[in-house]
């Protein structure tokens, strides 16, 4: 009788188990870094309602839906489609995160994925070393923080405000989305102070260590609240007793947040440095095209309604990973703005620079007019010189500019930079 309960008891049990599938992962969210080769991205991996997805911010891939997905004790595996390839993941859970493998376009590489925001942690152990004074100041957005450089020697010194380009970039010139440093704009602050010149550069509000406010949301940003953010900043160096003449120094899309701000704030000259003359959304329809025309057509209608506050996903995978729900609102106010008609309304002296080999210059409506522009605005072509304000003669020259910290910046950029900030005396 003990017998047959023993295996009635386990004929239940079997039954029991048939009937329950172990959960595929709890509902979370891990940042880390794929190697593959030569080549390392950031990924961010989330679980929500037993579905997995996978964003590449470095290609433009926001919440793939992973498939094929399976997992066995502590393994998990899965693929993403990516364009025309696909990346397939084996994953081992452990106790801070995931560690694994990648199978990518043939070529195999590692997967290391951790808890909470990692791509921060990372940023802050890769910074270069700051010297010179750490400022804060409040505003609406919330704490900004920054570094100010100062010469050696009795001022007051010819300051600048350092604006950094698009995207989670941080002071010194490094985007959150990459892995790899390249500290431009670090290398800019100290090629100025070398030249006796101060530079105040600062984190933007959400990157780096710059902290929100409690009632700040990037799905409410606008592209008016980095231009004020930016005039806080030239009436915090105003206040300044060691400095001269004040002056911006805009990179990218720093440029035109750099021509507002000098709108709103009276400074003694402006620099703009690889900065688009046509308005964004005709750039951002520009560079899709080069990459796929069906895609661009898609953009182009969705950047319509975005202008019409009408808001919605397109179905179309590249389209909707450039422009994410939730952004719009900072688009769409950052769409409103002319550069090349901002850039007229100056009155002080204004330098705009760039390089011939800047990939995201390309064309010629992608830069400034020097036509039908007041007299005040100097332009400078510098020979050989990429958007990350290196040398780039050549393709290998250019990617190497985005990745390796230790290459100085072009010389002929700074000798013009530091020869028109002089001549403001």
Same mark, same amino acid.
Request: aromatic content about 8%; some cysteine.
């Given at each position: 009788?003990?017998? @047959?309960?023993?295996? @009635?008891?386990?004929?239940?049990?079997?039954?029991?188990?048939?009937?329950?599938?172990?959960?595929?992962?709890?509902?979370?969210?891990?940042?880390?870094?794929?190697?593959? $080769?030569?080549?390392? +991205?950031?990924?961010?991996?989330? =679980?929500?309602?037993?579905?997995? +997805?996978?964003?590449?911010?470095?290609?433009?891939?926001?919440?793939?839906?992973?498939?094929?997905?399976?997992?066995?004790?502590?393994?998990?595996?899965?693929?993403?489609?990516?364009?025309?390839?696909?990346?397939?993941?084996?994953?081992? %859970?452990?106790? /801070?995160?995931?560690?694994?493998?990648?199978?990518?376009?043939?070529?195999?590489?590692?997967?290391?994925?951790?808890?909470?925001?990692?791509?921060?942690?990372?940023?802050?152990?890769? /910074?270069?070393?700051?010297?010179? $004074?750490?400022?804060?100041?409040?505003?609406?957005?919330?704490?900004?923080?920054?570094?100010?450089?100062?010469? &050696?020697?009795?001022?007051?010194?010819?300051?600048?405000?350092?604006?950094?380009?698009s995207g989670p970039t941080d002071r010194d010139g490094?985007?959150?989305?990459?892995?790899?440093?390249?500290?431009? *704009?670090?290398?800019?602050?100290?090629?100025?102070?070398?030249?006796?010149? =101060?530079?105040? !550069?600062?984190? $933007?509000?959400?990157?780096?260590?710059?902290?929100?406010? $409690?009632?700040?949301? +990037?799905?409410?940003?606008?592209?008016?609240?980095?231009?004020?953010?930016?005039?806080?900043?030239?009436?915090?160096?105003?206040?300044?007793?060691?400095?001269?003449?004040?002056?911006?120094?805009?990179?990218?899309?720093?440029?035109? %947040?750099?021509?507002?701000?000098?709108?709103?704030?009276?400074?003694?000259?402006?620099?703009?440095?690889?900065?688009?003359?046509?308005? @964004?959304?005709?750039?951002?329809?520009?560079?899709?095209?080069?990459?796929?025309?069906?895609?661009?057509?898609?953009?182009?209608?969705?950047?319509?309604?975005?202008?019409?506050? &009408?808001?919605?996903?397109?179905?179309?995978? *590249?389209?909707?990973?450039?422009?994410?729900?939730?952004?719009?609102?900072? *688009?769409?106010?950052?769409?409103?703005?002319?550069?090349?008609?901002?850039? !007229?309304?100056?009155?002080?002296?204004?330098?705009?620079?760039?390089?011939?080999?800047?990939?995201?210059?390309? =064309?010629?409506d992608d830069r400034f007019p020097q036509t039908g522009?007041?007299?005040?605005?100097?332009?400078?072509?510098?020979?050989?010189?990429?958007?990350?304000? !290196? @040398?780039? !003669?050549?393709?290998?020259?250019? /990617?190497?500019?985005?990745?390796?910290?230790? %290459?100085?910046?072009?010389?002929?950029?700074?000798?013009?930079?530091?020869?028109?900030?002089?001549?403001?005396?």
């Amino acid at each position: 009788m003990k017998r @047959i309960m023993y295996y @009635i008891g386990i004929l239940v049990m079997a039954v029991t188990l048939m009937g329950c599938s172990q959960p595929m992962l709890e509902d979370g969210r891990w940042e880390g870094i794929v190697t593959v $080769k030569d080549t390392r +991205f950031f990924i961010y991996l989330k =679980a929500e309602d037993q579905k997995l +997805f996978l964003s590449i911010p470095e290609m433009l891939a926001t919440d793939i839906p992973a498939e094929d997905v399976k997992r066995k004790g502590d393994t998990v595996s899965f693929t993403i489609p990516i364009g025309t390839s696909t990346m397939r993941y084996l994953l081992t %859970i452990g106790t /801070q995160g995931f560690d694994g493998k990648i199978l990518y376009d043939n070529a195999s590489g590692t997967v290391m994925l951790r808890e909470g925001r990692y791509t921060v942690e990372h940023r802050r152990l890769e /910074q270069p070393q700051r010297t010179g $004074k750490p400022v804060s100041i409040e505003t609406d957005t919330g704490t900004l923080q920054g570094t100010h450089l100062i010469p &050696e020697g009795k001022g007051p010194f010819s300051t600048v405000l350092i604006i950094a380009g698009s995207g989670p970039t941080d002071r010194d010139g490094n985007s959150e989305l990459l892995v790899e440093s390249n500290d431009n *704009l670090w290398h800019l602050a100290h090629d100025l102070q070398d030249a006796g010149i =101060a530079s105040l !550069r600062y984190d $933007k509000i959400g990157v780096g260590e710059s902290i929100p406010a $409690k009632d700040f949301t +990037f799905e409410g940003a606008t592209f008016d609240d980095f231009v004020n953010d930016a005039v806080r900043w030239l009436e915090y160096l105003s206040l300044d007793g060691t400095v001269d003449t004040l002056g911006i120094v805009g990179h990218s899309e720093g440029s035109l %947040i750099g021509i507002l701000a000098a709108e709103k704030h009276p400074v003694d000259f402006l620099i703009s440095v690889a900065g688009n003359g046509d308005p @964004i959304d005709e750039q951002m329809v520009k560079q899709i095209s080069r990459i796929d025309e069906e895609a661009s057509v898609i953009l182009e209608k969705r950047l319509e309604e975005v202008s019409r506050s &009408e808001y919605r996903e397109t179905g179309n995978l *590249l389209v909707d990973s450039f422009i994410p729900l939730g952004r719009e609102l900072y *688009l769409q106010t950052w769409m409103s703005y002319d550069p090349t008609e901002e850039l !007229r309304k100056l009155d002080m002296p204004t330098l705009v620079t760039w390089g011939d080999r800047d990939e995201r210059l390309v =064309a010629d409506d992608d830069r400034f007019p020097q036509t039908g522009m007041p007299e005040n605005i100097e332009f400078k072509e510098i020979k050989d010189m990429g958007h990350m304000l !290196r @040398i780039a !003669r050549n393709d290998l020259e250019l /990617q190497r500019s985005y990745k390796d910290r230790t %290459i100085a910046l072009h010389p002929k950029f700074i000798e013009t930079v530091v020869d028109f900030i002089r001549r403001q005396h």
